[in-house]
């Protein structure tokens, strides 16, 4: 069975920093892409940052050079850095196995001006 876990999200003010990770199971990790999406109140879920297999990385231009998303293949783990925290990106943070139904639980960050 697939299980994606999320953990990380927290209460911060704006300009802080957090770190998600998303723990994978029951999956060949190493030759999938990941990605980090987020769900406001009211709003779609949205692409975050994706990582493909080998490495290469996209982001959400919303996102663009304060988050990094990065993987560690041997503890099947996904990470999201999120750096310069905005009130803007309070949201439900949640891991997916790019282009399947496989979502995480969520995690919350909420952002505090």
């Known amino acids: 069975q697939v299980q994606l876990v999320e953990s990380g999200g927290d209460l911060v003010q704006a300009g802080g920093s957090l770190r998600l990770s998303c723990a994978a199971s029951g999956i060949d990790f190493n030759i999938n892409a990941m990605a980090w999406y987020r769900q406001a109140p009211g709003k779609l879920r949205d692409l975050v940052a994706l990582?493909?297999?080998?490495?290469?990385?996209n982001y959400a231009d919303s996102v663009k050079g304060r988050f990094t998303i990065s993987r560690d293949n041997a503890k099947n783990t996904v990470y999201l850095q999120m750096n310069s925290l905005k009130p803007e990106d309070t949201a439900n943070y949640y891991c997916n196995v790019h282009g399947r139904d496989i979502w995480g639980q969520g995690t919350q960050v909420t952002v505090s001006s």
């Open positions: 990582i493909k297999s080998g490495g290469r990385t």
